[in-house]
């Protein structure tokens, strides 16, 4: 018996994200909530011939606490998307207090949740959601995961295009470590389980590399001020959730990128801290999951030379969006 619940429901990740959680046959109650529509979506989504009871709820009435009550794996696309022109960080003013007010609900509602984190910006957004837990007395960090698996999708198709076969983006696995934004956004090429063409020349490398960085800034200029990935990151957020309800279920040998707290598992922690040479909370890298979530943090593994440039990128700007996080809650009017 699985309980999932994705609070956002009736957005553009919302609604797609919805449909691939009611179509997977481990869910047996699905709950949808937002601030508008989630009757609708709700009735829609029960009409679908799989095992999933699904109820929509909206604000009124404790809404947020009646889906929230029993819940063990929650998923919050909630807040908005860019726009041509902005930066995820663009995005913290609204989302930040967002995000804070689902973990309030989350805190006294479900505590013991899993709990998945998708809206942007993810660097910022899962410390606060750690910040709030922490405040309750109720913070497990390996129970709260920052959503990059986007990151991994694009990594894998854009290099099967790049090896001439697209039938191979979903046996290519490249880990993506880091963070999700920009130059946070690592891809560790020199591991991926179909290596690139040893006639790659750097400036192809260095452009895939960027494709992959900067992959949402592609589908915002498509998009043309419509928002940002939606369905792509739906299907991304579907794969992540559904390898987690496998680890909970008992299934062994299920790891993915995903952006944790680095005491989930004290000894990985520091090794990768160690690593990285710098004392981050948080950092995106290969964790292996487990029935209580977070079952080990792997390290980086050999890097090439541009690899460890890369990282050494990514670690100043993570540091600050970790912070900006951390800070909200500390002092909530900023
Ligand atoms: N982690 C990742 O890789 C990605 C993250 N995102 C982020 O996901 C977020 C959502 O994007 P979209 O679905 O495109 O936006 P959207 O605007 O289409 O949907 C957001 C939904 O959140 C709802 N909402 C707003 N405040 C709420 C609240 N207090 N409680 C519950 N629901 C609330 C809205 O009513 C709306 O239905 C954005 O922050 C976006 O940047 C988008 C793509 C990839
Ligand atoms: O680019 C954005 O704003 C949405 C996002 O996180 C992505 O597509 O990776």
């Given at each position: 018996?699985?309980?999932?619940v ?39 989504l029960?009409?679908i ?26 998923v ?12 995820r960080?663009?995005l ?44 309750h ?13 986007l ?91 559904a ?40 950092f995106?890298?290969?964790v ?47």
């Open positions: 018996m699985v309980k999932a994705v609070l956002g429901a009736a957005g553009g990740i919302g609604q797609p994200l919805s449909l691939l959680l009611k179509a997977n046959p481990l869910i047996t109650e699905l709950g949808l909530f937002d601030i508008v529509n989630t009757p609708g979506v709700a009735a829609d029960s009409h011939s799989t095992p999933a009871k699904v109820v929509g709820y909206l604000p009124p009435d404790d809404g947020l606490k009646k889906v929230l009550t029993n819940a063990d794996v929650i919050i696309p909630a807040g908005v998307p860019r726009k041509p022109g902005m930066t960080d663009d913290f003013k609204i989302n930040a207090g967002i995000v804070r007010d689902l973990a309030t609900g989350i805190a006294t509602a479900a505590p013991k949740a899993f709990v998945l984190v998708i809206s942007n910006p993810v660097n910022s957004t899962v410390p606060i959601v750690a910040e709030v837990l922490k405040k007395g109720v913070f497990d960090p390996k129970r709260l995961f920052g959503v990059t698996t990151d991994v999708v694009r990594a894998s198709t854009f290099v099967a295009e790049i090896l001439g076969d697209l039938s191979l983006s979903k046996s290519v696995a490249v880990p993506v470590v880091g963070g999700h934004s920009g130059v946070t956004i690592v891809p560790l090429l020199s591991q991926s389980s179909h290596p690139l063409p040893a006639n790659l020349t750097t400036d192809q490398y260095e452009a895939l590399v960027k494709r992959i960085q900067f992959g949402g800034d592609e589908v915002v200029k498509a998009k043309d001020g419509a928002g940002s990935a939606t369905l792509s990151m739906a299907y991304a957020g579907a794969e992540f959730a390898k987690l309800i496998r680890a909970i279920g008992g299934e062994k040998g299920v790891s993915a990128p995903t952006f944790v707290n680095l005491s989930a598992d004290p000894s990985g922690g520091e090794a990768l801290k160690k690593e990285l040479g710098q004392d981050l909370d948080y995106s890298t290969v292996e999951l487990g029935p209580e979530g977070v079952a080990k943090i792997n390290t980086l593994g050999s890097l090439t030379d541009a690899e460890t440039a890369l990282v050494k990128a990514a670690i100043p700007e993570l540091a600050t969006n970790i912070q900006t996080g951390v800070s909200f809650i500390a002092s909530p009017k900023l």
